[in-house]
């Protein structure tokens, strides 16, 4: 069997939304949230499926300012965000 790519897409979050952290990151490892999920999803399909490429895409769509409102270019973004808290929480 040839080995075939696979790809997780993660949907972006509100970076203004309440528990934002809990829904992206979870409270593992009962409850897991957006972010878990998909390394969890990645992994487990890199290793059954033998995969040769896997890749993480972490969707977004706005961009916003510290204080949750739609900001100019200088803002963060919800991809940005997630990734950050993904990065510190994988020691």
Partial sequence: MDKINTGVL???CNLGAFQWQRI???EPPH???RITRALLVLLEDT?????????????TNVVWNGGGKR????GRTEAEE?????FKNLH
């Avoid at 900001?71 to 200088?74: D, E, F, L, P, Y």
């Fill in 24 to 26: 992206v990151w979870g």
């Fill in 10 to 12: 993660i949907h972006g």
């Fill in 31 to 33: 409850k897991i949230g």
């Fill in 47 to 59: 290793l059954q499926l033998q995969s040769k490429l896997a890749v993480l895409v972490i969707g």
């Fill in 82 to 86: 997630m990734r950050k808290l993904m």
């Fill in 71 to 74: 900001a100019k270019r200088s």
